[in-house]
């Protein structure tokens, strides 16, 4: 199947500090690729739709100011977390869709954790 | 709303059938997703369904009641290794594929 490569796999950073978050897909053109944001033990919660060249479309709840995406390419989108809290530490996962009806690929997740 | 029902843990036991059953309500609809993940790591495709009936994969078979609103994941021979939470995941009328909280299976020797 095709290939979805988010990095980096966890981070650690300082509260107030600003992370990034990339989402590739290596052999595949994703026009839409999503942002998941997961709890332990819960859901996957649908952050952001992120479509190659256009804005970034948010779920309802979601701080656009806060959690920056990007979508440069049909390769890449970046998550970028700006002035992190602690309860910004959460597991967070990108995935790239070949388009409707079609299965996602997932990134491998990047634990974020704020101290 | 949109709402997804599954089971939170299920328990069985090695070389057994589990099901796992997922009840959903959704604004429109287009198909449904089954993903396994494992602790940790991002999920893995399993299956979709878009019309009634049973889809059967190896070791893994999917059913789907759209009418019902009804899906269940089968698993056969079940291994230490299938332990793992399986998410139901119903894709709406908009295309837009909403995840439930996912069915803990543990699976023992």
């Known amino acids: 199947g095709a290939v979805v490569s988010q990095h980096p796999s966890r981070v650690i950073c300082k509260s107030g500090t600003s992370v990034k978050i990339e989402c590739r897909s290596l052999?595949?053109?994703?026009?839409?690729m999503f942002w998941y944001r997961q709890f332990p033990k819960k859901s996957l919660m649908l952050m952001a739709t992120?479509?190659?060249?256009?804005?970034?479309?948010?779920e309802q709840g979601v701080e656009k100011d806060k959690f920056l995406i990007n979508h440069a390419s049909l390769t890449l989108s970046t998550l970028t977390v700006t002035s992190a809290h602690p309860e910004d530490s959460s597991f967070y996962i990108c995935?790239?869709?070949?388009?409707?009806?079609?299965?996602?690929?997932f990134g491998q997740g990047t634990r974020l954790t704020v101290v | 709303g949109q709402n997804i029902d599954q089971p939170t843990e299920m328990t069985a036991t090695e070389g057994a059938i589990v099901q796992i059953n997922c009840t959903y309500q959704?604004?429109?609809?287009?198909?449904l997703f089954w993903y396994q993940q494992h602790a940790g790591e991002a999920p893995t495709f399993l299956s979709y369904?878009?019309?009634?009936g049973l889809e059967e994969k190896g070791r893994f078979s999917s059913f789907l009641s759209r009418s019902k609103g009804y899906s269940y994941l089968l698993l056969k021979e079940l291994q230490m290794k299938d332990s793992a939470s399986y998410l139901c995941?119903?894709?709406?009328?908009?295309?837009?594929?909403?995840f439930g909280a996912g069915t803990r299976l543990f699976v023992k020797a």
């Open positions: 369904n878009v019309l009634d």
């Open positions: 995941a119903p894709e709406d009328g908009g295309f837009k594929t909403i």
């Open positions: 995935s790239a869709s070949g388009g409707r009806d079609s299965e996602a690929f």
């Open positions: 992120s479509n190659e060249g256009s804005k970034a479309t948010y």
């Open positions: 052999d595949f053109q994703a026009t839409t």
């Open positions: 959704t604004s429109g609809f287009n198909g």
